[in-house]
């Protein structure tokens, strides 16, 4: 008698495999799970902020709210100390100023945010090719992810930085990105400017020409008119805070501990480690990970930037992950990652149990008053640095391992 087993059309693998299907080709109910999802962690929130001493609404919210009310009555939102971001952050959150239900108007706008973000993410896996269903699989990496919906309900504005446009200006860090984009945007790719092609027509095309344009009036344009309102305060702030900034509260950096002994010490002359880390951090993200990989895979290089980027860089939150985080899904369907389970499963695995061990550490300082910095907090932001290290180092070799974009498309012409 013949059986249907696992795996052959018909049996229980193949329905399984055709159900997950069904369900991520409804991008109507995918977005609205992921809306729920927030939805309750916004409501969770209000619930956890008024009955529990641990309080769910991220700190720097009330920061972002605190700068609000300043606006609302025709003030600079940097009177609010560490308020240490664009003024348009303070604009966009001014209905909080109302009081109210209207306090959480901002953690709304952050995961509506997010949700866009996700779905713009589908929509350029769509455009790579990929069926609907599976696009909508890799965007929910992003969509259903609880750690993301966490971030954003909790106050967080770094999901709405990818939807936003104007990155630059709102964070430092995606300048990064800008030679990844113009290395990527060669003469094959885009046309000569001078339509001669050579060695200048391969520098300077049309594309090329686009991108710096736009991308200087618009970072130009807002940064001449934040400074006409608020002065050098603006600069300061906003920017060159940044070049010598010591957060001695702690964090995931690996350089936490030092800048926490020096912050003790106090102010010293010349190049402290708080400027000195920006070399490593700088070279890998800035200037060899584009040069390298740029031209093979564009977002799969922003992902190794980024990820460079946080894991060198001198502070290291739980909200700067989904700075990376979001170009997951354009790197993973093509990765070890993936074609090598184990090996997926195990990085995940390190990943989580790194921020495990020193979030256990940072609750016996936070919570029970022990001094952890050294060893236990030490120990741990090295360990979650060498496993930092580790995942790049794979991320770095798949990216490699890809033909480049420009030969690719050479190819296929010649195939044509």
């Known amino acids: 008698m013949s059986q249907t087993i696992s795996g052959e059309p018909g049996g229980p693998a193949s329905k399984k495999s055709s159900t997950i299907t ?19 962690l916004l409501l969770w929130g209000e619930y956890q902020d ?25 003030q ?26 209207w306090f959480c108007f901002g953690k709304a ?30 965007a929910s990496i992003w969509l259903l992810n609880p750690m993301v919906a966490n971030i954003s309900t909790r106050g967080s504005s770094e999901g709405l930085l990818a939807v936003i446009v104007v990155g630059v200006h709102f964070k430092i860090y995606p300048f990064v990105y ?9 003469r094959r790719q885009a046309g000569s400017w001078d339509g001669r092609g050579g060695m200048f027509g391969g520098l300077v095309n049309r594309k090329r020409v686009q991108l710096a344009l736009f991308s200087f009036i618009t970072f130009a344009g807002l940064n001449m008119l934040m400074f006409r309102l608020y002065g050098i305060e603006f600069i300061r702030h906003s920017y060159t805070y940044h070049l010598t900034r010591i957060d001695h509260r702690h964090n995931f950096s ?27 951090q700088l070279f890998l993200s800035v200037v060899a ?31 700067y992950f989904l700075w990376y985080m979001v170009f997951l899904p354009f790197y ?19 990943w989580v149990l790194g921020q495990a061990l020193w979030l256990q550490q940072g609750y016996e300082l936070e919570f029970l008053g022990k001094s952890t910095f050294v060893p236990g907090l030490w120990v741990a932001s090295m360990l979650f640095f060498g496993i930092n290290c580790w995942i790049l180092g794979i991320v770095v070799s798949d990216i490699n391992a890809q033909p480049s974009s420009t030969s690719a498309a050479l190819s296929a012409k010649k195939a044509a």
């Open 50 to 74: 008024a009955n529990s001493p641990l309080k769910y609404t991220d700190i720097d919210y009330l920061v972002f709210t605190d700068a609000s009310r300043y606006v609302y009555h025709n």
């Open 254 to 280: 690996v350089y936490n501990t030092l800048l926490h002994m020096k912050s003790a010490l106090g102010s010293s002359s010349g190049l402290g480690v708080e400027s000195l880390a920006f070399f490593p």
């Open 178 to 186: 800008a030679v990844s984009m113009v290395w990527w945007l060669d």
């Open 22 to 40: 069904n369900l991520f080709a409804n991008t109507r109910l995918i977005l609205s799970i992921s809306l729920l999802l927030r939805a309750a």
């Open 289 to 319: 990970i584009p040069l390298l990989l740029a031209k093979k895979d564009l977002a799969s290089t922003m992902l190794a930037q980024t990820f460079a980027f946080v894991t060198f860089n001198k502070v290291c939150t739980s909200q």
């Open 109 to 138: 706008v952050f995961a509506i945010g997010d949700i866009v973000t996700g779905y713009l993410i589908f929509l350029l896996l769509q455009r790579q090719k990929m069926s609907k269903a599976r696009a909508m699989g890799f």
């Open 332 to 350: 993973l369907p093509n990765s070890s990652l993936l074609r090598r389970p184990k090996l997926g499963y195990s990085a995940l695995a390190l």
């Open 76 to 101: 600079s939102p940097y009177l609010r100390d560490t308020y240490r971001y664009t003024p348009l952050l303070a604009w966009l959150l001014y209905p909080t100023a109302y009081g109210g239900r």
